[in-house]
């Protein structure tokens, strides 16, 4: 049951996995939310320095709670489970782009281009936003994909390209 | 309960994600798979490569929101089916609600690209 460091490799393992098992294989995205911090230890610690002024404890104990998303493939027949944990905002509209190419497969489409252009995420980002706005989503993803390089010297262009 | 149209679907889905918001725990479960149901396959029989079906079929989507147990009269589950070619757009639409409604993940960290750019430029 491994766990990927990233999510490119989470789902190329399963797409494979798709394609050897598409009736069976389901997808599961778990999107929970847990308290911030484990009070333990810091509040022990607390309250050994009760005494002392402490700002840096004071600062800290109103933390919002942390929401995480964890991806999971999984086939009952062969028990194969695939899993990616992530807390980054940043990453949900790339990782919906993911399991959108995977629900083309376990549709039994042809991959689409869209899922060649998942792998850039600068890319993904803007197919994502494109889909949502119109229905002709290969255009704008195409368009999109030769942006970034004209835009690269302005100082306007996509940042997540230099990320990667 | 039956399957909801896509739009219902959605309209649930956010109602889900916002009924999440606010607390401190607590889990929301989207699952997809491909639906079989009606299709007499068993799962068993596909031990070879299983053939390409010959036109596609639709994806099954269901958001529960992990109440069980005790508390199984707090579940809620929605499902519904996607159309094979409304794909792109569900997943759109899918991608935005996903966006707004797990906002207690941590946002893009700035600061410390901003502090390196202005490394860069004193370099």
């Given at each position: 049951?491994?766990?990927?460091?990233?999510?490119?490799?989470?789902?190329?393992?399963?797409?494979?996995?798709?394609?050897?098992?598409?009736?069976?294989?389901?997808?599961?995205?778990?999107?929970?939310?847990?308290?911030?911090?484990?009070?333990?230890?810091?509040?022990?610690?607390?309250?050994?320095?009760?005494?002392?002024?402490?700002?840096?404890?004071?600062?800290?104990?109103?933390?919002?709670?942390?929401?995480?998303?964890?991806?999971?493939?999984?086939?009952?027949?062969?028990?194969?489970?695939?899993?990616?944990?992530?807390?980054?905002?940043?990453?949900?509209?790339?990782?919906?782009?993911?399991?959108?190419?995977?629900?083309?497969?376990?549709?039994?489409?042809?991959?689409?281009?869209?899922?060649?252009?998942?792998?850039?995420?600068?890319?993904?980002?803007?197919?994502?936003?494109?889909?949502?706005?119109?229905?002709?989503?290969?255009?704008?993803?195409?368009?999109?994909?030769?942006?970034?390089?004209?835009?690269?010297?302005?100082?306007?262009?996509?940042?997540?390209?230099?990320?990667? | 309960?039956?399957?909801?149209?896509?739009?219902?679907?959605?309209?649930?889905?956010?109602?889900?994600?916002?009924?999440?918001?606010?607390?401190?725990?607590?889990?929301?479960?989207?699952?997809?798979?491909?639906?079989?149901?009606?299709?007499?396959?068993?799962?068993?029989?596909?031990?070879?490569?299983?053939?390409?079906?010959?036109?596609?079929?639709?994806?099954?989507?269901?958001?529960?929101?992990?109440?069980?147990?005790?508390?199984?009269?707090?579940?809620?589950?929605?499902?519904?089916?996607?159309?094979?070619?409304?794909?792109?757009?569900?997943?759109?639409?899918y991608a935005e609600i996903c966006k707004t409604g797990m906002g207690l993940l941590k946002?893009?960290?700035?600061?410390?690209?901003?502090?390196?750019?202005?490394?860069?430029?004193?370099?």
């Open positions: 049951m491994p766990y990927y460091a990233k999510s490119e490799d989470w789902l190329h393992h399963s797409s494979l996995l798709l394609d050897a098992r598409p009736e069976t294989t389901i997808v599961t995205t778990r999107y929970h939310i847990k308290p911030a911090r484990r009070r333990t230890k810091a509040e022990k610690e607390a309250a050994k320095a009760a005494d002392a002024p402490a700002p840096v404890a004071e600062a800290a104990p109103e933390k919002p709670p942390r929401g995480h998303l964890v991806l999971k493939t999984y086939d009952p027949v062969s028990g194969v489970t695939l899993k990616y944990k992530t807390s980054k905002a940043a990453e949900v509209g790339r990782l919906v782009q993911m399991l959108g190419g995977l629900g083309r497969r376990m549709a039994a489409l042809p991959p689409a281009e869209e899922a060649v252009v998942t792998e850039g995420g600068a890319e993904a980002m803007t197919g994502v936003e494109a889909s949502g706005s119109g229905t002709q989503t290969p255009v704008p993803a195409a368009a999109a994909a030769g942006a970034p390089g004209n835009a690269g010297g302005g100082g306007k262009g996509k940042k997540k390209k230099g990320k990667r | 309960m039956g399957q909801l149209t896509n739009d219902e679907f959605f309209i649930k889905l956010s109602e889900l994600f916002a009924a999440r918001k606010g607390k401190s725990h607590g889990a929301i479960y989207l699952v997809q798979k491909r639906f079989t149901y009606g299709l007499n396959t068993s799962p068993e029989k596909t031990s070879t490569l299983p053939a390409q079906p010959p036109q596609p079929l639709p994806i099954l989507i269901r958001a529960t929101n992990g109440k069980g147990g005790e508390s199984k009269s707090e579940k809620i589950k929605l499902s519904t089916l996607v159309d094979p070619s409304e794909l792109d757009v569900f997943y759109g639409r946002p893009r960290d700035r600061t410390k690209r901003k502090a390196k750019a202005k490394k860069k430029k004193a370099v």
